[in-house]
């Protein structure tokens, strides 16, 4: 494919708010974005030149609305695989592709890939019974978390255990789904790695994050994380081996728990530009949804200087809802459009300068 020039259409899997930073950023580089979800009144698709309703499923749909693309890509990553996969066959450039869908999408298989690459995870067994759960909650010192293997996010879809517990109950209150049992972490500290590639295998990382979850949701994202040096190139390092493992073009993420000696451990990774990333636009040169269009357009990767420390604070619910003016004292507001403040629902996000 060869690089895009302004005026082309970039095509968006997905109608949520990281489609509509998407789509902003697109627009300031002279192009048109297209948006393909199946909500009728999404927050990208208010931002976009274009909008195609229909279900991911439904491939005769999306074939149709992706003959007006000259590039897809996809901003959150639960987009069916056989969606990507039917758009390749077609001969539809699809950035980053559907391996990295296909990979995520199951911690199992995720957690399997990341070992494949050389990048250290937590202890981890498949379950698929609540028999399967004692032999090797008893091997990770009698604690862990079970996980459904798909579709959780935020928190959901995981139980805390430790030796004793009803394990009927817990998997019973996973819907009995295939699932995944993780050793519990004794971290000092979480960060990420936002890492771009372009189309030629070219790299870049963002100064590292260091994370804070309230409830399994991220609620802040401090830069410098104030990692040594040696910790930050081997995380760098290991998001570099997963990028070109899946020859992977655009944005992703690869989140850690670092361990009190400094020890990695990588608990999962996404496909898109990441919530632990919203601050890039307002503290270096390149943001990470610019950079996402640049890779995906195959142009070359922007400079990801950062010109001051930032802290970046999700906006959860009716904590969006506060006068406008309050929130944006000393920081730069950005507002999803969401139409509903539901408890936990990620509604806007406060970037400001620390001293």
């Known amino acids: ?60 749909a999306l074939l149709d609305w992706a003959e007006g693309c000259d590039v897809v890509t996809y901003e959150f990553e639960n987009v069916p695989v056989e969606a990507a996969k039917a758009l390749i066959d077609a001969g539809i450039s699809v950035r980053p592709g559907s391996q990295p869908l296909e990979v995520s999408q199951d911690r199992l298989v995720e957690k399997s890939f990341l070992r494949d690459c050389g990048i250290e995870t937590a ?17 990770f010192g009698g604690s862990g978390i079970l996980k459904t293997r798909r ?19 817990a998997h019973k209150a996973l819907a009995n789904a295939p699932c995944i049992l993780e050793a519990m972490v004794p971290f000092e500290r979480e960060v990420s790695v ?39 190139k081997r995380a760098e390092a290991a998001a ?11 944005v992703l993420a690869l989140e850690f728990f670092v361990l009190e000696d400094g020890t990695l451990l990588a608990n999962e990774f996404a496909p898109r530009v990441h919530n632990s990333g919203h601050w890039t636009p307002e503290a270096c040169a390149t943001g990470q949804f610019e950079q996402h269009i640049r890779a995906v357009a195959g142009w070359p990767l922007g400079p990801v200087t950062r010109y001051h420390d ?46």
């Open 310 to 355: 930032i802290e970046m604070l999700n906006l959860l619910g009716e904590e969006a809802l506060v006068p406008p003016d309050v929130l944006s004292v000393d920081g730069v507001l950005t507002l999803y459009g969401k139409r509903e403040a539901k408890p936990g629902r990620k509604m806007g996000h406060l970037v400001r300068r620390r001293s």
């Open 151 to 169: 579709d959780g996010y935020d928190g959901k879809g995981q139980v805390r255990l430790e030796t004793g517990d009803d394990f009927e109950a």
């Open 194 to 232: 936002i890492i771009a590639r372009d189309a030629v295998g070219d790299m870049l990382c963002y100064d590292l994050p260091r994370n804070e979850h309230v409830n399994g949701i991220l609620k802040r994202s401090v830069v410098p994380s104030n990692l040594n040096e040696d910790v930050t």
């Open 123 to 139: 202890d981890f067994a498949e379950v698929n019974s609540a028999e399967d759960i004692a032999e090797p909650l008893n091997r």
């Open 1 to 60: 494919m060869k690089a895009l020039t302004a005026g082309a259409t970039i095509g968006i899997l997905g109608g949520g708010q990281l489609g509509r930073m998407m789509a902003s950023a697109a627009a300031q580089l002279g192009f048109d974005v297209s948006i393909y979800c199946p909500e009728h009144d999404s927050p990208a698709a208010r931002v976009s030149a274009s909008h195609a309703l229909g279900a991911y499923t439904d491939i005769e």
């Open 240 to 250: 570099e081996a997963l990028a070109n493992a899946m020859n992977y073009v655009g």
